[in-house]
């Protein structure tokens, strides 16, 4: 079974910058997570879809951030503008509820 | 929303003792407890989780206990092995929302 797929895995911006990250969820998975983790911390979840519904999007600072999951299966996450603090591990997961099955993260670097 | 506390920090054992980590959660409606293990700059990955029905659960080496009154659970790992060293994360889960605690760094020294 193919895992989740998420890209780039390194992306390094200048603050004001915008980016953007992508995940291929596992085939059948309804569910799908975006998460922040900064260096020495829990994963803090931004946002959780299922199918293409948002869940909860209460932890996601709406004016810069921004996420779609476009016919319930890729999704992207938007950075716009990016400020220093955004620099971070972003993790997307899928699950087919219950346990959730994490991909190998996007490393952002905002200088 | 739920608040999930996690102790120790850091944990230092020796190859061969047990480690225990603790979590406590805020939201009664919490349902579902997994621990993830990430190790250094790869994903978190599950090794063990816990529904509310049940008070303890053991995989090999590995046992979660929760305690439903007083809204804690702990990871429970013996025969402590070098590679069990990495980052041990606990969440809980309401209606499929995770919160996750701050992780705790278990190092095994041989």
């Known amino acids: 079974e193919a895992g989740v797929a998420q890209s780039p895995r390194y992306k390094i911006i200048e603050k004001r910058q915008s980016v953007a990250f992508w995940c291929n969820p596992i085939s059948g998975h309804a569910t799908l997570y975006w998460y922040q983790q900064i260096l020495g911390q829990g994963p803090k979840l931004l946002i959780q879809?299922?199918?293409?519904?948002?869940?909860?999007d209460s932890q996601l600072p709406k004016d810069r951030f921004s996420a779609e999951r476009l016919k319930g299966v890729d999704s992207t996450l938007k950075i716009q503008p990016a400020k220093l603090e955004d620099s971070a591990v972003y993790l997307c997961?899928?699950?087919?509820?219950?346990?959730?099955?994490f991909g190998p993260g996007t490393r952002l670097t905002v200088t | 929303g739920e608040n999930v506390e996690q102790h120790p920090s850091t944990l230092s054992v020796q190859e061969g003792d047990s480690a225990v980590i603790k979590c406590t959660y805020s939201?009664?409606?919490?349902?579902?407890f997994p621990w993830y293990k990430q190790e250094l700059g790869k994903r978190p990955q599950l090794i063990i989780d816990i529904r509310s029905n049940v008070g303890e659960k053991k995989d090999q080496r590995i046992a979660v206990t929760l305690n439903k009154t007083a809204k804690h659970f702990s990871l429970h790992i013996t025969e402590t092995q070098p590679e069990d060293s990495a980052v041990y994360f606990c969440a809980a889960k309401r209606s499929y929302i995770p919160t996750f605690g701050r992780g705790t760094s278990l190092i095994v020294h041989p």
């Open positions: 997961a899928s699950s087919p509820g219950g346990e959730q099955y």
């Open positions: 879809f299922q199918n293409n519904g948002v869940v909860d």
């Open positions: 939201d009664s409606a919490s349902n579902y």
